[in-house]
């Protein structure tokens, strides 16, 4: 347990000190299991400690889910209908700005174009809905990244270390793609 707390520490440090969340926003999980650990509502990527985790069941609901992210549907669905053990949600600021503009976005830097080669942006559905939950656990099942549309970034995969490097290269590209 220590060692993926330890690790969600590290990438909620580098997700804020990035600028890809502001003070309050995104959250993080991974699988354990049949459990997921995941970060308490309310709290801040940029500090997170040991308290501002909560573990979770994957199917079962529990007294302790409210106590939890916002977004804890997305991070059950997407467990649930996925192979990926770690989530991360961030609100990064070009990627929210391009996704005014359109309905996928597709770098035109070089390691965007083979990293990410396009990303999906749907609708911004309500946040903590069952309707969002399933929109990102479907696309999730086949790629790495999708945003919502004036929300913010969900990334997925076996580490939360590969899904929050997806979001900063998503970012770096977003940047590039701004300056058209
Ligand atoms: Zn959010």
């Known amino acids: 347990m220590h ?12 997700l804020f000190e990035e600028g890809l969340v502001d003070a309050r926003a995104g959250n993080l999980s991974v699988r ?20 501002d985790f909560i573990l979770l069941d994957i199917t ?9 992210s916002s977004e804890l549907l997305v991070h059950r669905e997407v467990y649930v ?14 990627v929210v700005k391009l996704s ?5 976005i597709v770098p ?15 609708p911004n559905l309500p946040s903590g809905s069952q309707k969002l939950a399933e929109a990102i656990s479907d696309i999730l099942s086949q790629d790495k990244l999708v945003v919502v549309r004036s929300h913010g970034v969900f990334s997925a ?10 979001i900063s290269v998503l970012e770096h590209s977003c940047k ?4 058209d």
Request: hydrophobic content about 35%; cysteine-free; charged content about 30%.
């Open 108 to 122: 035109k830097d070089s390691e965007g174009k083979t990293l990410l080669k396009s990303v999906k942006v749907i």
């Open 81 to 94: 209908k996925t192979q990926n053990l770690a989530l991360v949600h961030a609100h990064p600021t070009a």
């Open 100 to 104: 005014f503009r359109t309905k996928k």
């Open 3 to 14: 060692y993926h707390i330890r690790k969600l520490i590290q990438v909620g440090r580098r």
């Open 60 to 68: 079962k609901t529990s007294i302790l889910d409210s106590r939890a």
């Open 157 to 166: 995969d076996t580490d939360p270390f590969y899904a929050y490097g997806h």
């Open 176 to 179: 590039i793609l701004l300056d």
């Open 32 to 51: 354990i299991g049949q459990k997921m650990l995941i970060t308490r509502r309310g709290s801040h990527l940029g500090t997170l400690k040991e308290h």
